[in-house]
């Protein structure tokens, strides 16, 4: 007669050979939680460096290179109103998750009113992130055109 003992879940009373840890359904949950552990400790560490990130003098100086660059108007609601908007934040149009060599780069960045950022950050969320970030991208080269050929001091050097 094997020895037989039960599931190493609390309470569980399934009998299993002295060998086997858990039953069949408590061994996939436990190996479901832990990689749902392991996710949640990985999200709070990226979540920790992006709070560092956020709070740190380089990117104050970075984001008020790029309010002053773009003469702190909200640069979206420009184009799409013709409206000048006093901006209230720097957005990355490739947001910092998915490129975090990017969080500096001031090809990345645009000037905006919280309005205007949610909004943008709604139609990356429902599906438009490509088209929203191509039309960024093209206001930024419109205002360079407009506003910034041949004017000396450029973003870079700030
Ligand atoms: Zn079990
Ligand atoms: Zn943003």
């Known amino acids: 007669m094997p020895i037989k003992k039960y599931c190493s879940y609390t309470g569980c009373r399934v009998l299993l050979d ?26 709070n ?17 970075t984001r008020d290179g790029a309010m002053s660059y773009y003469f ?4 979206f609601k420009y184009y799409t109103t013709g409206m000048i908007v006093e901006a209230t934040t720097v ?8 490129d975090w060599s990017k969080r500096y780069d001031s090809n990345n960045l645009i000037p905006l009113t ?3 950022h949610q909004y943008i950050h ?6 438009n992130k490509k088209q929203m970030q191509d039309i ?12 910034r050929v041949g004017v000396q001091k450029t973003f870079e050097t700030l």
């Open 72 to 75: 702190g108007i909200d640069i």
């Open 114 to 116: 919280e309005k205007s």
């Open 136 to 147: 960024l991208f093209e206001m930024k080269i419109k205002f360079f055109m407009d506003y």
């Open 91 to 98: 957005h990355h149009i490739v947001p910092i998750k998915e």
């Open 18 to 43: 002295e060998d086997v840890k858990y039953c069949d359904k408590h061994q996939k949950q436990t190996r479901d939680h832990k990689a749902s552990r392991d996710r949640e400790y990985k999200r």
């Open 122 to 127: 709604n139609e990356y969320g429902k599906g």
């Open 45 to 61: 560490r990226n979540d920790h460096k992006e709070q560092d990130f956020y709070h740190g003098q380089a990117w104050v100086n």
